[in-house]
């Protein structure tokens, strides 16, 4: 047990875990921003594997993170634009849309990627993180939370961003009006049809980051399938978090913790199989479910199309 | 109104339906098409291939239909949920630990029972493994009403680790260097037809599909069900026992899934692998949307996919497209599927 809490395994497990939450925590916001709308967005995993591939393309031979970021980001509203017009425009079934989306980004990656780089995985060097002055030179904590790309602060930033947006202007009550009584909002003159295509872009682009995040410093390469259920996860704390960004950053720093804690116990030598730690978030999403499931809250118009005249 | 302005109108609505069905197929594979164009595939050598050793050659078509055994339990299990209006996404952990189950107890049990009896007890165990991975979801969609997409799918992922350990640990067989289980004898399987490759699971398969098709549609207790799907507040108000019968489709359609992978372990491998994860579920929903739940319907989409994916996974060792472009397919297919019933709705809106 002692060997547990030496300062690597600590300092190893908590480095994890933002790098591990911020695709979460990103994903999530993404999600809620959409949900609030009252667009499912079960295709999150979608965006975040092509932003996750377009990402790693850009980073790749651009040989720019910041490319990498924005390509991720654009690779994200791509698939969302087929989500806007299938399930806003059109009014289609958000799940059956969403599981398609998903379905089809997962085959679509693995496809080029296999085109495009056979069976070798290229890996990108390491990020030049932005140190912070000051807190960035506090023992372990400063290593851990301010030698970052500055991408891990913007993504933070936007919490904050969020949770002004929502409370403080139009732009969020409109968005809250068209997943709760979306009628109400057409009769006040805004168009429910733009204010839920603004936020599901906007949830493209922030799974799309989330992905070549995960794709570019979370792990370096891209692999196929390689998500594997983050845009899930994304999606029960958007579920659990009721609208609060805030709740959506502590929910992502529980799972961040979760998912690193798979490498940091193999760092430190414990031979616990991988398969058990794999197991860690799923279940702790489940628990969290049981526990706080019956607080879950999701908008009364959540993946019901909006028809002008229709009841 | 005369019999023959009827019969006008049932044969345009018979087509109407043919076309319903045809179009999302159609526009899926010219799609499809056009991305292998862009990789520098020939579609067409493609799409031949895939028929040719899916569906025209004796030896690919015998394995099209032993395909087929999983894949009929797993979209059975889909209609119960899907008709009783639950998103039951986790079929594939259902599936895997069933599989893994069977798998571990399969061949010791037949040392000390007979063969038949090992098989049913095979089949039971499976219903119930597969049932009781679905409780939890079950529990937090009834009880406190949380989104049983999420809980399902979660619950998939923790299956599939789940089914790893399992494997690795308890169930693996010492005598083979990769983890898997003890494997059961060939002559110790589902029996097969006549000198053919093909298990009776297929012929089960088929039962268990129409079973669920009847069940949902000609009996009060599947109208309970539907109701309940289709407007679960009514449902309350028509007397009936909403949060029983959704533990009740949730068991039903989890077993169903549960006994898919009794059948491709019991009727093809005998073992289960560490990391074997054919992810069948996912893959099958589209088709049961695509048959609009219907029970024949899906058998004839089953088999069309089955012919996909073995003509596919002989492409890909031949053609060099890999598999995912099956996966590819089948997001496109669900896509035009949306697209053709938005179609069909709007103009049949205008017509009347």
């Known amino acids: ?311 | 109104m005369t019999s023959r302005y009827i019969n006008i109108g049932r044969v345009s609505e018979l087509a109407r339906s043919a076309i319903r069905i045809i179009a999302p197929i159609l526009l899926a594979l010219v799609v499809g098409g056009l991305i292998l164009v862009i990789l520098g595939k020939d579609p067409i050598a493609y799409y031949w291939y895939v028929v040719k050793r899916g569906l025209l050659s004796w030896t690919g078509f015998q394995a099209t239909l032993v395909r087929t055994a999983p894949l009929l339990f797993v979209a059975a299990g889909l209609i119960v949920a899907f008709r009783a209006g639950i998103w039951n996404l986790g079929v594939d952990g259902q599936f895997l630990l069933a599989a893994v189950l069977v798998a571990a107890v399969g061949s010791p049990l037949n040392t000390i029972i007979p063969n038949w009896a090992m098989i049913c007890i095979c089949f039971i165990l499976a219903a119930t493994i597969g049932a009781i991975w679905s409780l939890i979801p079950a529990y937090l969609k009834a009880n406190h009403g949380v989104n049983e997409i999420i809980t399902t799918l979660m619950m998939t992922f923790i299956g599939i680790s789940l089914a790893n350990v399992l494997i690795k640990i308890p169930f693996n067989d010492p005598a083979t260097t990769v983890p898997q289980t003890v494997t059961l004898a060939v002559e110790d399987r589902l029996p097969r037809l006549f000198d053919t490759i093909i298990h009776h699971g297929v012929i089960l398969g088929l039962l268990s599909v129409l079973f669920v098709h009847f069940l949902m549609t000609r009996t009060s207790f599947g109208l309970n069900l539907q109701v309940v799907g289709a407007n679960p507040k009514a449902a309350v108000h028509a007397g009936l026992n909403v949060r029983f019968l959704t533990y009740v489709a949730f068991g039903l359609s989890a077993a169903l899934a549960g006994m898919g992978g009794a059948v491709e372990i019991l009727g093809v491998w005998g073992t289960v692998r560490a990391d074997w994860d054919p992810a069948y579920g996912l893959l099958v929903v589209p088709l049961v949307f695509l048959a609009r739940f219907h029970g024949i319907g899906t058998i004839a989409f089953v088999l069309f996919f089955a012919v996909l994916m073995i003509g596919g996974e002989s492409a890909s060792r031949r053609l060099g497209v890999p598999t995912f472009f099956v996966l590819v397919l089948v997001g496109l297919l669900l896509m035009f599927l949306a697209i053709v019933e938005y179609l069909d709705h709007r103009w049949r809106q205008r017509t009347t």
């Open chain 1, 1 to 311: 047990m002692s060997e547990l809490l030496t300062e690597t395994f600590v300092t190893a497990l908590l480095f994890g875990s933002v790098t591990a939450g911020v695709p979460l925590l990103l994903a999530g916001i993404g999600e809620q921003i959409s949900e609030k709308s009252g667009v499912l967005n079960i295709g999150l995993e979608g965006m975040m594997l092509v932003g996750a591939y377009t990402g790693f393309c850009a980073a790749y031979y651009f040989d720019s993170f910041w490319l990498g970021f924005l390509f991720g980001g654009l690779g994200g509203v791509s698939v969302a634009m087929l989500m806007v017009l299938f399930c806003v425009i059109l009014g289609l079934n958000q799940i059956v849309i969403g599981i398609a989306l998903t379905l089809g980004a997962d085959g679509l990656t693995a496809l080029l990627h296999h085109f495009q780089f056979s069976r070798t995985y290229p890996r990108l060097s390491a990020v030049e993180p932005l140190v912070i002055p000051v807190v960035g030179d506090i023992p372990y904590l400063g290593e851990v939370f301010f030698h970052r790309h500055p991408v891990v602060y913007l993504a933070v930033g936007l919490v904050f961003f969020l949770v002004w947006l929502f409370k403080r202007t139009y732009v969020g009550l409109n968005l809250q009006a068209a997943g709760d009584v979306p009628a109400a909002l057409d009769v006040t003159g805004v168009s429910v049809r733009s204010t839920r295509t603004w936020a599901v872009l906007a949830t493209g682009f922030l799974a799309g980051v989330g992905g070549a995040f995960l794709a570019n410093i979370g792990a370096g390469i891209f692999v196929p399938h390689m998500i594997h259920g983050a845009g899930f996860i994304g999606i029960v704390l958007a579920m659990l978090a009721r609208g609060h960004p805030t709740w959506v950053l502590y929910g992502a720093a529980l799972f961040g913790v979760s998912l690193s804690l798979t490498t940091a116990l193999q760092v430190a030598g414990f031979n616990i199989p991988t398969d058990v730690v794999q197991m860690l978030p799923f279940t702790m999403v489940i628990v969290m479910l049981i526990l706080l499931g019956r607080n879950s809250y999701l908008p009364a118009a959540l993946a019901l199309p909006y028809i002008r005249g229709e009841r």
